[in-house]
């Protein structure tokens, strides 16, 4: 038990944690939307792809705030840097890499997402622990 406390005191080990289950959250709602609105439209998955974003984003960004990072700082600001890297990190995911990878590799999007989310992974921890989060803003 006292190993597992101590794993969970690495902040790298807490924002993977965060991570998976903003992805858990992200994944089964961009599935379920993208196959609902399938007949409505051919942008069906750039479609499901912003509300699935924007709950998973929430969870994210309050599970890092508090527990990952745990700021103190003002909320606002860092809600608001948060949401910049989100958005392009959002942009590059679904419009850059999710193309790519599901329009012309047709790699089916049940595995596509899972692979751009690991491309931004790493990205998005180092400039939040170093710019979003830092302590040091107070």
Request: net charge positive.
């Given at each position: 038990?006292?190993?597992?406390?101590s794993l969970l005191l690495r902040k790298p080990v807490r924002y993977f944690l965060s991570?998976?289950?903003?992805?858990?959250?992200?994944?089964?709602?961009?599935l379920v939307l993208e196959r609902l609105l399938r007949g409505f439209s051919g942008?069906?998955?750039?479609?499901?792809a912003v509300p699935a974003f924007l709950i998973s984003s929430q969870l994210n960004f309050w599970l890092n705030r508090r527990w990952v990072f745990r700021s103190e700082?003002?909320?606002?600001?860092?809600?608001?840097?948060?949401?910049?890297?989100?958005?392009?990190?959002?942009?590059?995911?679904?419009?850059?890499?999710?193309?790519?990878?599901?329009?012309?590799?047709?790699?089916?999007?049940?595995?596509?997402q899972p692979i751009a989310e690991a491309v931004m992974f790493l990205v998005n921890y180092a400039v939040?622990?170093?710019?979003?989060?830092?302590?040091?803003?107070?």
């Open positions: 038990m006292e190993k597992i406390r991570s998976v289950a903003a992805f858990a959250v992200n994944y089964a709602m961009l942008l069906s998955m750039e479609i499901a700082n003002r909320a606002l600001p860092e809600l608001l840097g948060y949401y910049s890297l989100a958005a392009v990190s959002f942009l590059i995911k679904t419009y850059v890499l999710l193309e790519i990878f599901v329009r012309i590799f047709r790699i089916p999007l049940a595995l596509a939040q622990k170093t710019v979003i989060f830092n302590k040091k803003k107070r």
